[in-house]
């Protein structure tokens, strides 16, 4: 897969350079899409995670009144950054700090506040209600939050200390495509349309990743907007400057590579640490069978796996106080494939880890969809759901540990850097 081993020695020196630059600081870049959009009428909800927080995993809430899933800083339940709770109430943020306003604030955070609504809320009415509840107690929020619920709610709210602007995904007036995309602006501070233009955002911060997440939707529009779409071309996309798509990735014909990529200003980029797609229900069905598609690490170094509010705990590749381990494979794949000033990917390697991960992903996303159909029909156990997550995350995980040792054997002739160590996936039972 890899035959090129001098390059990839390059890389492998060149990541000890890298190793002491700093992380830039929390950007993200999502949509909210209304189930007018969907191949399926479902609704969906998107983010790219970019932090500092590098090591994420996948945690179970029970503390509060509504049990919910959600992405975490590994080891830490104070916050959540994405989620869905058993009402099929879904959430994201990205940072915003456009809205700050003058002043000492006081009350939660952009990730206390999911957190909290992942307790408490059950729609996107819910929602609003508690933004016009800490508009008066306040608030220390700068950030776009994306939602969607179990009754066909889509949304995306521009939140401030003390206030907000609601943009409903499901009016014409407001989404004419049925969607809402938001990188680290809010039009509310700029005085912007709710849908704005690469040429009215200008040169401001995260317009390149605004526009590179509108093409790729308005692209699909017309065929329906579906889950398998959002995780392999929304997730992992990487585009020019311009917007184009580098040759040979995901979202251009399959032509040579250019030899590195700058990812400053990509969607899929060397500071994202990870990514969730949610997929909603339609009105009348179980909210249960709502699903968190989570991507851990750089989404074009890892692979999706499903969860569900429903299962009994969280599969083992998804979790650890420490980083979750299919996270913390793709983390080092990613620094071996960096440049020197982790600004930018080195190709070389790319094309045999695409090959190798997509196929695995495109089975997990075949299979969870037959499984999806069946316990809509029929109805499981969470025995037989938590069973199916598990198989899923170990399919997962052993191709990604397959990946990590053979970029570890391509480069065995110089000492590269450590690599994790884990166990062997736990074997699951097979479901009937």
Not at 110 to 116: A, E, F, M, S, V
């Amino acid at each position: 897969m890899y035959a090129n081993r001098a390059s990839l020695i390059r890389m492998l020196m060149l990541l000890l350079i890298w190793k002491s630059s700093p992380l830039s600081l929390d950007a993200c870049t999502t949509a909210v899409i209304s189930g007018k959009a969907t191949v399926d009428g479902r609704p969906l909800l998107w983010k790219n995670r970019d932090a500092p927080a590098r090591h994420n995993e996948v945690a179970l809430l029970t503390e509060g009144p509504l049990r919910a899933v959600a992405v975490v800083n590994a080891g830490s339940r104070k916050s959540a950054w994405m989620g869905m709770n058993e009402a099929g109430f879904c959430i994201e943020n990205s940072l915003s700090t456009d809205l700050r306003q003058p002043g000492k604030k006081t009350g939660p955070a952009n990730g206390l506040l999911i957190k909290r609504a992942l307790l408490t809320c059950r729609t996107v009415a819910d929602f609003k209600r508690l933004l016009e509840e800490t508009n008066q107690s306040g608030r220390r929020t700068v950030a776009n939050f994306g939602v969607i619920d179990a009754q066909g709610g889509a949304a995306l709210f521009e939140t401030g200390p003390t206030s907000f602007t609601m943009f409903d995904a499901n009016d014409p007036a407001v989404a004419p495509n049925g969607y809402i995309v938001r990188s680290n602006f809010a039009t509310t501070a700029r005085d912007f349309p709710a849908n704005p233009t690469p040429e009215q955002l200008g040169t401001i911060y995260s317009a390149e990743r605004y526009s590179q997440a509108c093409s790729r939707l308005d692209i699909q529009k017309s065929k329906g907007i579906s889950v398998e779409y959002v995780i392999r071309h929304l997730t992992r996309d990487l585009s020019q400057a311009t917007g184009t798509p580098h040759p040979g990735t995901v979202n251009n014909a399959a032509k040579p590579l250019p030899a590195t990529i700058a990812t400053k200003n990509t969607i899929s980029r060397t500071t994202t640490v990870s990514a969730a797609v949610f997929q909603g229900v339609k009105p009348g069905e179980d909210p249960r069978l709502a699903t968190m598609w989570t991507i851990l690490g750089d989404p074009s170094f890892s692979l999706a796996v499903p969860s569900w509010v429903d299962v009994q705990t969280i599969a083992d590749p998804l979790a650890g106080e420490n980083g979750a381990e299919l996270g913390e494979i793709a983390i080092t794949l990613r620094d071996w494939n960096k440049t020197g000033d982790g600004n930018s990917i080195n190709t070389e390697c790319l094309p045999g880890i695409w090959s190798d991960l997509w196929p695995v992903e495109d089975k997990i996303l075949t299979l969870t969809s037959k499984f999806q159909m069946a316990r809509n029909e029929h109805g499981y156990s969470v025995g037989a759901i938590t069973r199916f997550h598990q198989k899923m995350a170990a399919l997962a995980m052993t191709a990604m540990q397959q990946e990590l040792r053979e970029m570890k054997q391509a480069a065995v002739t110089l000492p590269a850097p450590a690599p994790p160590a884990f166990a062997p996936v736990k074997k699951t039972i097979v479901i009937p």
